[in-house]
């Protein structure tokens, strides 16, 4: 069972040292292995960027957001400057592809590579709340492996690539390793596990919930004992 009493700040910190990368690219990298949706902003679309939207008007905006419900005082001064901060971190659109990048030749064919106990974070769509948990990745090679730490790496910058939702960061990690044009792997297994902000504190006020999502490409797909013999690997 993971531990989601964890503090949001030490996931975070620990997603952003993992990427890499502390400030968002400056220029989003073209689409190519990540399906896209037609919404502006939702998993899988790089063909915006947060640098094109001025950072002093957002802070404005959620000063005006706070003024507007009477919030104010010592203890808000900064708050526009950190949810901005916090928006903008979740909100680095790249293409995942380029996450895999290196990858080595396979010493052999027919085997299942697994990761778990893989920490990453998101921001909800729909309400701008934490989520965050464990995800379980698995794949089979097909001449040509992953550098390992490439695959947690992926589950975290799914993770950050914009406010959505987990449904939707677990197709996009399946899908930008099933579709990886070096990779092309036989098979691909996700599973991510998350507690939800936006479900702890309000709606259902339900803080224990955990919400499962898994998703299976290729042979994991279609053979019910690989997909078996992946899941009894993943021990939450
Ligand atoms: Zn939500």
């Not at 995800?135 to 097909?142: F, N």
């Not at 677990?170 to 691909?188: C, D, E, W, Y």
Request: proline fraction near 6%.
């Amino acid at each position: 069972m993971t531990d989601h009493s964890a503090s949001k700040e030490s996931v975070g910190s620990y997603v952003a040292a993992a990427i890499g990368q502390s400030e968002p690219s400056e220029t989003p990298p073209s689409l190519s292995n990540v399906p896209s949706t037609t919404s502006k902003g939702m998993s899988g679309d790089t063909s915006w960027a947060i640098e094109q939207y001025d950072s002093a008007a957002q802070e404005e905006a959620v000063r005006a957001m706070l003024d507007a419900f009477g919030l104010g005082g010592e203890h808000f001064e900064d708050t526009p400057r950190r949810f901005v901060e916090l928006v903008r971190a979740f909100t680095r659109p790249i293409d995942l592809a380029e996450v895999l990048e290196r990858d080595f030749t396979s010493v052999e064919d027919n085997y299942m590579v697994t990761q778990v106990s893989i920490p990453f974070a998101g921001l909800c769509a729909h309400h701008l709340a934490p989520f965050w948990g464990s995800a379980a990745v698995g794949y089979l090679p097909r001449g040509r492996i992953v550098g390992i730490s490439k695959i947690t790496r992926l589950v975290m910058a799914a993770g950050r690539n914009t406010p959505t939702t987990q449904e939707a960061i677990t197709h996009a990690i399946a899908n930008t390793m099933f579709k990886h044009q070096r990779l092309q792997p036989s098979g691909v297994a996700v599973v991510t596990r998350a507690g939800h902000g936006c479900m702890a504190v309000r709606g259902p006020k339900a803080p224990l919930t955990e919400t499962i999502v898994s998703t299976m490409r290729g042979t994991f797909a279609h053979s019910p004992q690989t997909r078996q013999e992946f899941m009894d690997m993943v021990t939450w």
